[in-house]
């Protein structure tokens, strides 16, 4: 069975530009439902620099780090200049909510 880490990881890779997941579907697209906490913990210690981090927000749009820290406005910088709409503090999820093709996802990850 692969490492939950590493799976969470590269579908994190896989959001493209402009588009938002949340923490639980990205646990459950990484084949980890129901540990939306764990795809927390591991954006707490991966090495961000390749890592499109800040397209990852809380199920209700809203970023998931703490609210007027240096980490959350630069979240939302990055989003604004990805073209993410915001609907007050929360991306518009309607709009901008990843919803990948699994086929083509499973493929990606060499699935």
């Known amino acids: 069975m692969p490492d939950p880490r590493l799976a ?24 980890q439902p129901g540990r939306a906490r764990l795809v927390g913990r591991v954006l707490a ?3 961000s620099r390749d890592l499109p981090w800040h397209r990852v927000v809380s199920a209700s749009g809203a970023p998931g780090l703490p609210a007027n820290s240096e980490a959350a406005r630069e979240q939302c910088r990055r989003l604004r200049e990805e073209g993410v709409a915001w609907r007050g503090k929360r991306v518009d999820m309607k709009k901008h909510q990843w919803r990948p093709d699994l086929a083509a996802m499973l493929m990606l990850m060499g699935g």
């Open 45 to 47: 210690t991966a090495d």
């Open 8 to 31: 969470i990881l590269a579908v994190i890779r896989l959001i493209p530009p402009g588009k938002v997941a949340s923490y639980g579907q990205l646990a459950d697209l990484a084949g």
